[in-house]
């Protein structure tokens, strides 16, 4: 029987690449959970796509052993944790298995915008925070301006706060010993009936779905009836264990541990997370685990190039959904792009994320549309709908009231940047709503906006104009009354629904021409002229033509009057007309793969 007071659980929360992954590496070979012989960068990031591009995408649970400098043997669960702010419901659901976290800040680049939203999660959580400066081995680290903007930002005092070098192994240890005396123990209730939090799965071919849960009360052994809660639906528990980082089986798990159990469910839908579990015959009554739940924000339609892929990518989704519940789906149907699914993500890289994730894992050659974000809509009829799907917007006539989604957009950047990005958030409609200093040279700006203005370059033109030092993060605010229109694309004056446009009138006619021109470099000439026009309502804001293929109907005609040729010019000009008329424009699928796809 463990004792609960030598528990520790923790995660490791920090803005995107100031080190937690390395973090955690250290930790587990200090602690003996990975010999270092077998040492492998970021051993928590076991997804090939995390080792690609250097980032956490998907929460992690491991158990290690650590014996302090008093001699006490302490039990320690680790939940790794990503930065970036797409994936900032994998911190949330983190935050809700744990009772301390450590907060690392980056040296060189001091604290930035996730470290901020991170460090509130934390602290409306009633988490233990534990201070860490990491990468202190730099040459441009600067630990003491770092703690400075620590005090200021979060009120930490500087002599609380630990430096480390997580890539040397530098000062480690001592965070390891702040995590056993300062972190809480878990609260122990071995008497009451079971409450698991299910803060995370995945899915096993030959096991099936693989729980990852946090026991808050009762105990779970193998054999147990479990109800869960959120689908009403009972399973008995076939296997139990732990991770060590690699998965280990034990007899039971207590309340205060971390681990997980396999019930034989073969049906990815049977399973929401997250979810409270609980004995089948012994109910809980306190069904509630704080969770700050994130909804979709960017939303895109996602069809197979080939029609017979449909029930593989629906395998896809659900199984994916399975341990992403930010990641939701409708089935969806375009016409020319066949059967697919209309699916919401936190941002673009969470959709770039997903989108790969089909790619490799399920072998799929994908059509992504391009994104859009969800309008609340007051029709003439006073009803309130919401549109994320641009061919589904109401005509003008029909509508009262378009309202679009706000966010509060925190910036922070060095001070000699302050007017590029004021500039910026004024080109995409922001306006600026506070900015505070953090120590001497950088400031936090905070500017209202729309998130449609910020979904695919913003973050990108940020780092370009600050050099790589300025970041990034948002918080969804509500809706606000907008004068966004619908811009359909005509093809000689027959509408495409797929192409339609959701912009603002402001941005209409620039965006529209933008839009047509990219669209005309894939659309090949036909034997009659192409226009190609973008209209709201009756009117025409832009239009671009793609002259018809030319045959020389005069080839044979040798000398003579002119009339004859004339006449057969005559005759090809009213054909091309009739053409024009009646004949359809053939749109290949590299014009949606260049023009929809991301």
């Not at 704080?290 to 199984?319: N, Q, T």
């Not at 034997?527 to 709201?536: D, H, R, S, T």
Request: proline share 5%; aromatic share 10%.
């Amino acid at each position: 029987m463990l004792d609960s007071s030598l528990i520790r659980n923790f995660c490791i929360i920090a803005h995107i690449d100031h080190g937690k992954s390395t973090l955690a590496d250290r930790i587990l070979e200090i602690t003996g959970a990975l010999p270092k012989t077998q040492a492998l960068g970021q051993v928590l990031d076991d997804m090939d796509l995390e080792r690609e591009r250097g980032i956490t995408i998907k929460a992690k649970a491991v158990r290690m052993e650590f014996s302090s400098r008093s001699g006490s043997k302490y039990l320690f669960n680790l939940i790794d944790t990503p930065g970036h702010v797409d994936f900032a419901y994998e911190v949330a659901k983190s935050l809700s298995a744990c009772e301390g976290a450590v907060l690392l800040v980056d040296a060189v680049q001091g604290v930035e915008a996730q470290t901020v939203a991170n460090f509130y999660l934390a602290k409306e959580a009633g988490l233990k925070i534990i201070p860490v400066i990491n990468k202190i081995d730099l040459p441009g680290a600067d630990p003491d301006r770092v703690k400075k903007q620590m005090q200021e930002v979060f009120g930490i005092v500087p002599e609380e706060v630990i430096c480390v070098s997580a890539k040397e192994g530098t000062g480690v240890e001592e965070v390891l010993e702040r995590i056993a005396k300062d972190v809480p123990s878990p609260k122990v209730c071995l008497g009451e009936p079971l409450r698991g939090f299910l803060f995370d799965s995945s899915f096993d071919v030959y096991k099936g779905v693989i729980l990852y849960l946090r026991v808050f009360e009762g105990e779970v052994w193998r054999g147990l009836n479990i109800k869960i809660i959120d689908k009403g639906k009972v399973y008995k528990v076939e296997e139990i264990g732990v991770f060590k980082p690699k998965p280990e089986p034990v007899d039971k798990l207590a309340s205060g541990e971390v681990g997980f159990i396999s019930c034989n469910i073969k049906d990815a839908q049977e399973v929401a997370v997250p979810d409270v579990i609980t004995e089948a015959k012994r109910p809980t009554q306190k069904q509630t685990v704080y969770y700050k739940k994130i909804p979709p924000m960017v939303f895109c339609g996602i069809f197979p190039v080939s029609a017979s892929d449909y029930p593989l990518l629906k395998d896809a989704v659900e199984k994916l959904r399975l341990s992403d519940p930010s990641f939701i789906y409708e089935p969806d149907n375009l016409g020319v792009l066949g059967y697919g699914f209309r699916c919401g993500f936190l941002g673009l890289l969470h959709m770039d994320i997903i989108r790969q994730r089909m790619e490799r894992e399920y072998g799929l050659d994908l059509i992504l549309t391009a994104p859009n974000v969800k309008y609340e809509i007051l029709t003439k009829r006073g009803r309130i709908i919401y549109i994320d799907t641009p061919y589904k917007f109401p005509d003008a006539q029909d509508i009262t009231e378009v309202r679009e989604p706000f966010v509060l957009a925190t910036v922070i950047t060095p001070l000699e940047f302050m007017e590029p990005i004021y500039d910026l958030a004024k080109s995409k409609r922001g306006i600026n709503k506070s900015a505070d200093y953090l120590g001497e040279d950088r400031l936090s700006i905070k500017f209202e906006m729309p998130l449609a203005e910020i979904l695919v370059d913003f973050y990108d033109k940020i780092k370009s104009v600050t050099k790589g030092y300025g970041s990034l993060d948002y918080n969804f605010i509500g809706y606000k009354k907008s004068d966004i229109i619908k811009v359909d694309i005509l093809f000689n004056r027959k509408p495409s629904g797929i192409f339609t446009l959701l912009v603002h009138r402001d941005k209409a006619q620039v965006r529209s021409r933008e839009f047509i021109q990219r669209l005309r470099q894939f659309i090949p000439r036909h034997m009659f002229e192409i226009n190609i026009q973008a209209a709201v309502g009756s009117k025409i804001i832009a239009s671009e033509k793609i002259a018809a293929l030319k045959k020389d109907v005069t080839s044979k005609c040798y000398g003579g009057d002119i009339t004859r040729k004339r006449k057969l010019w005559e005759k090809q000009k009213r054909g091309k007309k009739k053409m024009k008329q009646f004949g359809n424009v053939q749109i290949p699928q590299q014009a949606f793969l260049g023009v929809l796809k991301i």
